[in-house]
């Protein structure tokens, strides 16, 4: 998320979101259904970007958009925002009765004297929700027949019976932004992904360039600000997101070894493939340049500048485009 400075002439703001990376092919859905998901994808950006376009904060642009695609593409149980100014954060996973993971993300962010931790798991999360007035739901709340049909695939059960079944429910199912095809579902309980985990899943920071006189005053020539910032966001294979930290590894490769953010970005993602990783980041420079590289056959992925125009894809060959 990138918003316009005090100095800003033109509304400069930028809002980037991602609902999941996976092995989607387009044989695998139907054309009713692509739009359909790029529809969700869109009704999320312009509810962020009207957060923007009146003048509101990131966080809540933020907040609104992932607030869609909670109700919309797919269900949550884990959030995050962060803050690139001062590294802080906040996220929660294995939650099972917030309504709305990304809002009790914010509450706790914005109470540091209930929440001093950068993360915080299960009932404990909730309870502390709770009592800042977030909306909780029944378990059943976050069950949807598609993916219980694919979780007994998984296991290599019968897809039968398709009602609800309350003593088993996923509890790290999808990414903050909407996971919403995994490349590896049917996990062990009481495993953790990459979402909640700061350095891995996401990143936001901020930090002064380097150089001598000659390279600042370039800068200065040509209106560069003498910070340097990133916001990052990953889905896919989770465990190899944080043995490789890949979302702060942007931040380290574009401040220490001068890449731009599609290098950065890119190389991180390379990197991941080689290991056995797949999936893809959306990434955020302080200058709105935006970045989305995957190593997977899909991403959905989206974009939405001061113009209103929501651009979205799916699939690795294809470019944003308005639907």
């Known amino acids: 998320m990138l918003k316009p400075g005090k100095k800003s002439a033109q509304p400069n703001y930028v809002l980037v979101i991602h609902g999941g990376a996976g092995t989607m092919i387009r044989e695998g859905s139907t054309p009713e259904q692509r739009a359909m998901y790029r529809a ?13 376009k009146s003048g509101g904060e990131a966080m809540d642009a933020a907040v609104a958009a992932v607030s869609v695609m909670e109700g919309g593409i797919n269900n949550l149980l884990q959030s995050h925002p962060a803050m690139p100014s001062s590294r802080r954060g906040s996220s929660v996973t294995l939650i099972t009765h917030t309504r709305n993971p990304s809002h009790l993300a914010r509450a706790l962010y914005l109470a540091p004297q209930l929440a001093p931790h950068p993360m915080l798991s299960g009932a404990a999360a909730e309870a502390t929700g709770a009592s800042l007035g977030v909306r909780q739901a029944d378990p059943s709340y976050f069950w949807t027949e598609a993916r219980w049909r694919e979780h007994r695939r998984g296991l290599g059960l019968p897809e039968d019976p398709v009602e609800y079944p309350r003593p088993e429910i996923p509890d790290d199912t999808n990414s903050e932004t909407t996971d919403v095809a995994s490349f590896s579902d049917d996990k062990l309980v009481g495993r953790v992904g ?3 985990v700061m350095g ?6 901020e930090w002064e360039r380097d150089g001598g006189f000659v390279k600042r005053s370039w800068d200065r020539l040509r209106g560069k600000s003498k910070y340097e910032g990133v916001g990052v966001s990953g889905t896919g ?11 702060s590894n942007i931040a380290r490769r574009m401040q220490y070894l001068g890449e731009s953010l599609d290098e950065a970005t890119q190389n991180v993602i390379d990197d991941l493939f080689k290991e056995g990783g797949m999936g893809g980041v959306i990434a955020l420079d302080r200058d709105g340049n935006v970045a989305l590289p995957l190593n997977c056959s899909g991403m959905y992925r989206g974009v939405i500048r001061p113009d209103g125009v929501p651009l979205t894809a799916i699939f690795f060959d294809e470019q ?3 639907l």
Request: with cysteine; charged share 30%.
């Open 237 to 247: 294979d989770g465990d190899y997101y944080i043995r490789r930290a890949a979302a």
């Open 40 to 52: 969700a994808l869109s009704r999320a950006l312009k509810a962020g970007y009207e957060v923007l």
């Open 194 to 196: 990459d979402t909640p």
């Open 320 to 322: 944003l485009t308005e």
């Open 200 to 205: 891995c899943g996401f990143w936001a920071e």
